[in-house]
Nanobody, 113 residues
């Protein structure tokens, strides 16, 4: 069993930045950030694994979002820069351990002026 605790969401103006954090109760092979906007399916944004490093899956965030990981704290971060209104969504942390998927509670990110 893995517990995930997220933090860092909030309201930000277009062009602003936010950093999301997700701390796991134990080390996991892969940690990822997903997001789900109203009326849309949940999409994979960024993933970091112990073998492959970081991968960006959402074309719309390339060059603006960066995933990083602090293995000493079992924490993954999502640095989000140049935020746009279309980035508004609930952001979920995901962790994979022994083929099981674990999810955080989600944190709301709203980009609006």
């Amino acid at each position: 069993q893995v517990q995930l605790v997220e933090s860092g969401g909030g309201l930000v103006q277009p062009g602003g930045s936010l950093r999301l954090s997700c701390t796991a109760s134990k080390w996991t092979y892969a940690m990822s950030w997903y997001r789900q906007a109203p009326g849309k399916e949940r999409e994979l944004v960024e993933r970091m694994t112990s073998v492959s490093g970081s991968t960006t899956y959402a074309d719309s965030v390339k060059g603006r979002f960066t995933i990083s990981r602090d293995n000493t704290k079992n924490t993954v971060y999502l640095q989000m820069n140049s935020l746009k209104p279309e980035d508004t969504a609930v952001y979920y942390c995901n962790a994979v351990l022994s083929a099981w998927n674990y999810w955080g509670q989600g944190t709301q990110v709203t980009v609006s002026s």
